[in-house]
């Protein structure tokens, strides 16, 4: 079995120049051919949708989004009693034979409606078992110290697959349709299953005590994460982020391009600006570890964010929006590398999966409510008014991290004070 490297003597700082271990490169090559995988079979999905007009497509999206949210806690719980490596195994076998069964369903029946209904309920109940047990593997895979570059690698990863998956998606669809994208799907759980089983990790922490229920376990999830005195602020933060910060370029940024009349390629090139301002810091975490003090640099972040957004209602020129995007783009980067590893990293040994559940029903809910909000101030007030409410929103909440001392003050590797862990 593969294992990880012992911790270095005293190693509580961060060791930029060491490199990651073979485990978790393992692991993050499997998790991104499986983000590779789903992203080809969601596209999928709602291409195949599509076809049978509005009401089906949402009711697809909802069979995915409505289980995940009311299973999220307890997939976290399950992960922390069971370990999350075995949740793993257990989801992506699941997912192996339902994918299998999928495509010979599709390629025999096509696509209809109900197939598709029931193919949504099954992805959305296994993420609620597998993001939380997922979410918490680097924890469990590399030392504290090298958690920021560990979490900043997956990021890079990830951007690099959302940005491949689409076109992948629209030529396999159009060659082999659902049938073929479940195929593919099935072959990635696969190679991510045989990785599974040989790594193990090292850094387990104690499994949760069996004496309460589940539900009883998913419930201490909030307990903990709202009582202690880093996680509070840390998942208010990514609350704010998730509803104020997200939403700009997905929503609004299209709905202001089309009201300036700046066109379609405008809006693709403050897409691609964002990303390159969040490469520029993504790939400096994973050369060199954390920058500073997480919980200060994620603070900051939201505010060199929120001055970004505000310069996009107020940009003149499709040049201007452009270069804002660069700066919305670095403080995102210097939000999301910092603050997720900070999370996970201050997160009880026994929470490991119920806090990253937590986390994601956080983001969930957030997004969700506030996608809607922003919706209908754009219809009533304008795609500027919304963006300006989301700068002003994201700037406070920057501002409010800076007033928590125990969220400005925290250095990866070292303990905190934390309330009844």
């Known amino acids: 079995m593969i294992a990880l490297e012992d911790l270095p003597p005293g190693g509580v700082g961060v060791t930029a120049g060491r490199r990651l271990p073979t485990s978790y490169l393992l692991w993050l090559a499997g998790i991104l051919a499986s983000l590779l995988g789903n ?36 997939g976290g719980a399950v992960g922390d009693r069971v370990s999350a490596r075995r949740v793993l195994i257990i989801g992506d076998a699941v997912m192996l034979v339902f994918s299998v069964a999928l495509a010979a369903s599709a390629y025999h029946l096509g696509a209809p409606p109900w197939l598709l209904i029931a193919a949504g309920v099954a992805v ?32 890079v990863g990830g951007q690099l697959v959302a940005m491949g998956g689409g076109p992948l998606g629209g030529v396999l669809v159009g060659l082999a349709g659902l049938a073929g994208a479940a195929l593919v799907n099935a072959v990635t759980f696969a190679a991510v299953l045989t990785l599974l089983i040989i790594i193990r990790p090292r850094y387990n922490g104690p499994a949760t005590a069996r004496s309460g ?65 969040m ?96 919706g209908l101030i754009v219809d009533h007030r304008g795609a500027a008014v919304a963006i300006l409410i989301c700068a002003a929103a994201t700037s406070c909440v920057g501002l409010l991290g800076l007033r928590s001392a125990p969220l400005r003050t925290s250095r990866f590797g070292l303990n905190t004070t934390s309330v009844d862990r």
């Open 279 to 374: 490469a520029i810091v993504t790939l400096a975490v994973v050369r060199r570890g954390p920058l500073g003090r997480p919980g200060l640099l994620a603070a900051c972040g939201l505010l060199i964010a929120g001055a970004g957004v505000a310069g996009l209602a107020l940009s003149s020129t499709v040049g201007i929006a452009v270069g804002v995007g660069l700066i919305m783009g670095f403080g995102s980067g210097l939000f999301a590398s910092h603050l997720g590893p900070l999370i996970l990293g201050v997160t009880p040994d026994t929470h490991l999966s119920r806090i990253q559940a937590l986390l994601t029903l956080v983001q969930s809910l957030a997004s969700l409510i506030m996608v809607n909000v922003l």
């Open 39 to 74: 992203s080809l079979f969601y596209f999928a999905l709602g291409w195949e949708a599509s076809a049978h007009g509005g009401a089906v497509a949402g009711l697809v999206l909802t069979a995915i989004t409505l289980p995940r949210v009311l299973l999220l806690l307890i």
């Open 124 to 155: 959305g109940v296994a993420d609620a078992f597998y993001l939380p047990a997922s979410g918490s593997m680097p924890r469990r895979l590399v030392s504290q110290d090298q958690l920021s570059q560990a979490l900043a690698l997956r990021q």
């Open 213 to 277: 229920g589940v539900v009883r376990d998913a419930v201490d999830s909030i307990r903990v994460g709202f009582r202690d005195p880093v996680l509070r602020p840390g998942l208010t933060l990514t609350g704010a982020a998730a509803g104020f910060l997200l939403p700009v370029l997905p929503l609004l940024v299209p709905l202001l391009a089309r009201a300036e009349d700046w066109g379609a390629a405008a809006g693709g090139l403050i897409f691609g600006a964002q990303g390159v301002g």
